[in-house]
C-alpha cells in the first residue's frame, strides 16, 4: 500500500462508479465528495459536504477538508488532514481524544494519590489512654498485700 501525500481535485455532477485513486471527486449539485482511502487500501471513503458533515475549502488551485478525515470504519483506521490539496497523516488518534485521554490519566494520578494520603497516619498525635481505674485499684490490692505480707 503506498500512502498518498498530494490530492487533486476534480469537480464533478456525480461521483463516477470507478474513481482514481489521489483525486477527491466533488459533487456540488449532490454535495457530496468521494476519494479512495489516502493510505492505499483502495477503499472508497465519501465525506458528505454539510454543516454536520464536512466543509470543502477551494482556494482556487487547492482543495481543503475539514474536519480531518478519521475511517474508523475501514480496517486500516488511517485518519489525515486534507489541506490544501496535501494529505497530512495525523495518525490513529485525534487531538480530542489525546486531551481525553491525558485527562483521564490525569484524573487516575490524582485518584491514586488520594488514595495513598489516606494511608499515611493522622498528623495530630494520638491521645494517650485515660488513666485506668482498675489497674489504680490492682495496685491498691497489691500495696495491700505487700504491706500485709511483710508486716
Ligand atoms: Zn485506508
Known amino acids: 500500500m503506498v500512502k498518498?501525500?498530494?490530492l487533486r481535485y476534480e469537480f464533478v455532477e456525480f461521483v463516477p462508479e470507478q474513481i482514481e485513486p489521489g483525486v477527491l471527486y466533488i459533487s456540488v449539485q449532490y454535495k457530496t465528495m468521494a476519494h479512495l482511502c489516502c493510505c492505499g487500501c483502495g477503499k472508497k471513503v465519501v465525506t458528505p459536504l454539510?454543516?454536520?458533515g464536512w466543509e470543502l475549502g477551494f482556494n482556487g488551485r487547492?482543495?481543503?477538508?475539514?474536519?480531518?478525515v478519521g475511517n474508523w470504519n475501514l480496517p486500516c483506521q488511517s485518519h489525515y488532514v486534507i489541506s490544501n490539496g496535501?494529505?497530512?497523516?495525523?495518525?490513529?488518534?485525534?487531538?480530542?481524544?489525546?486531551a481525553t485521554g491525558f485527562a483521564r490519566d490525569l484524573q487516575?494520578?490524582?485518584?491514586?494519590?488520594?488514595?495513598?494520603s489516606y494511608r499515611e497516619p493522622p498528623a495530630e498525635t494520638p491521645s494517650l489512654p485515660p488513666p485506668s481505674r482498675k489497674?489504680?485499684?490492682?495496685?491498691t490490692k497489691f500495696k495491700e498485700w505487700w504491706s500485709r505480707r511483710s508486716g
Do not use: C, F
Not at 487547492?62 to 480531518?68: E, K
Not at 497530512?88 to 485525534?94: E, V, Y
Not at 489497674?135 to 495496685?139: H, I, S
Open 4 to 6: 498518498l501525500y498530494t
Open 50 to 52: 454539510s454543516p454536520t
Open 62 to 68: 487547492a482543495v481543503s477538508v475539514s474536519p480531518s
Open 86 to 98: 496535501r494529505v497530512q497523516w495525523a495518525g490513529r488518534w485525534s487531538k480530542e481524544m489525546i
Open 108 to 116: 487516575a494520578k490524582h485518584d491514586y494519590y488520594n488514595a495513598l
Open 135 to 139: 489497674r489504680g485499684r490492682l495496685a
